[in-house]
């Protein structure tokens, strides 16, 4: 085997732990080997959790966030940043803190909800995502729920996530992108800075196990960045990967699988 000597862009992931592995820092780290670049991480929580649902959660002193995301940035560096599940509003403050004296490009997924319905975010942490978090993001990437618990706009249509777009993008993100997975008929995203709009379709594949999808699409993202692609074009790629993770995804337990990560790598089906 050749050594490889030209260093990977790095990407570092601020999330919560899935100890099932389909989404928080296992889906993230598992999306940045795929796609060609070095992931680290700062573990924020710690979850009880499986196809079924989270049966647990412990978030982790802001001490103990601060003190690894100064070890990694101080010392080995970034060329984006991902944000997951954060908890509480100290952790996001604290997070926030962090990212605005980094300089990397930074991609925001408001985690409030798992896949199966279960708070993953404190109710009195929303406004710190929406004046802390949002503020110092590049990129936001919130599903129609956390669009929901973040604004109150309450999206059936594209013309609904439009609005969503303007309300999000009013908190200070350079871009955000709308997930409109939830709505019938083709998967479709819009990106958009406020000026320039970007409509992502995709097929709607016939799978249930989906667990991970919002972790994987900002975590592809987040490494596109680091490659030194353009929003547009990190995004676009993002969507193709995720859409083909989506396709892929199998059965774990007795409820929702999660998508798969290595997709790329296996033969046709």
Same mark, same amino acid.
């Given at each position: 085997m050749p050594i490889r000597t030209?260093?990977?862009?790095? %990407? /570092? @992931?601020?999330?919560?732990?899935?100890?099932?592995? &389909?989404?928080?820092?296992?889906?993230? $780290?598992?999306?940045?080997?795929?796609?060609?670049?070095?992931g680290?991480? %700062? /573990? @924020?929580?710690?979850?009880?959790?499986?196809?079924? &649902?989270?049966?647990?959660?412990?978030? $982790?002193?802001?001490?103990?966030?601060?003190?690894?995301?100064?070890?990694? %940035?101080d010392d080995i560096g970034v060329q984006a940043v991902k944000t997951g599940m954060l908890a509480s509003a100290a952790l996001v403050e604290t997070v926030a803190e962090l990212l605005a004296a980094t300089d990397a490009p930074v991609v925001v997924d408001?985690?409030?909800?798992?896949k199966h319905g279960d708070a993953l975010l404190a109710a009195e942490a929303l406004d710190s995502v929406r004046t802390k978090l949002l503020p110092v993001?590049?990129?936001a990437t919130p599903n129609l729920d956390e669009v929901?618990?973040?604004?109150?706009?309450?999206?059936?249509?594209?013309s609904g996530m439009r609005r969503a777009a303007e309300e999000i993008l009013g908190f200070g993100p350079r871009w955000v992108v709308?997930?409109?997975g939830h709505l019938p008929g083709e998967a479709v995203d819009l990106l958009t800075d406020g000026s320039a709009e970007h409509w992502l379709?995709?097929?709607?594949?016939?799978?249930?196990?989906?667990?991970?999808?919002?972790?994987?699409?900002?975590?592809?993202?987040?490494?596109?960045?680091?490659?030194?692609?353009?929003?547009?074009?990190?995004?676009?790629?993002?969507?193709t990967y995720v859409t083909g993770a989506i396709e892929a995804g199998f059965p774990l337990g007795g409820g929702i699988g999660p998508v798969d990560h290595g997709w790329l790598t296996r033969p046709p089906r």
């Open positions: 030209a260093v990977p862009p790095r %990407v /570092l @992931t601020v999330a919560g732990s899935d100890s099932g592995g &389909g989404a928080g820092i296992q889906a993230d $780290l598992k999306t940045m080997l795929a796609l060609g670049v070095h680290m991480s %700062v /573990l @924020t929580a710690v979850t009880a959790q499986n196809s079924l &649902g989270v049966q647990g959660a412990w978030e $982790l002193p802001v001490d103990a966030v601060r003190a690894q995301y100064r070890s990694v %940035v408001p985690v409030g909800v798992s993001a590049t990129v929901a618990q973040l604004t109150g706009v309450v999206v059936t249509d594209e709308i997930k409109g379709r995709a097929p709607r594949h016939d799978n249930r196990h989906t667990h991970g999808t919002g972790c994987t699409l900002a975590s592809a993202i987040a490494s596109g960045l680091a490659l030194g692609q353009d929003v547009p074009t990190a995004v676009r790629g993002a969507k």
